[in-house]
């Protein structure tokens, strides 16, 4: 199982980037598919998730009405848009897959990851 983020960059106050993250290697119907991101110093923390199948989506607090997780199926490919970014953004995201049919909340609920994005908003 592979996981290939990318779309990650420089960006000021209130700009916006897409993280697109490509999966390969087997089927991931009914699994849940998440981003995480780590700034320096911090713990990894959940930012999204969205189910492969049926499109439920969940997201942290911080980040609920400005980024919005989907996925295309036919590209096996799961997407980040992050609109009206704040520098307290910045960070490296990653993108995870859970072999679960239920979303996780936790770094470690999630089975396969991808190498990291890195994010960073200027004030």
């Known amino acids: 199982v592979q996981l290939q983020a990318s779309g990650g960059g420089l960006v000021q106050t209130g700009g916006s980037l897409r993280l697109s993250c490509a999966a390969s290697?087997?089927?991931?119907?009914?699994?849940?598919m998440g981003w995480f991101r780590q700034a320096p110093g911090k713990e990894r923390e959940f930012v999204a998730a969205?189910?492969?199948?049926?499109?439920?989506?969940y997201y942290a607090d911080s980040v609920k009405g400005r980024f919005t997780i989907s996925r295309d199926s036919a590209k096996n490919t799961v997407y980040l848009q992050m609109n009206s970014l704040k520098p307290e953004d910045t960070a490296v995201y990653y993108c995870a897959a859970r072999a679960y049919y239920s979303v996780g909340y936790s770094s470690d609920e999630y089975d396969y990851w991808g190498q990291g994005t890195q994010v960073t908003v200027s004030s």
């Open positions: 290697g087997r089927t991931f119907s009914d699994y849940f």
């Open positions: 969205i189910s492969w199948s049926g499109g439920s989506t």
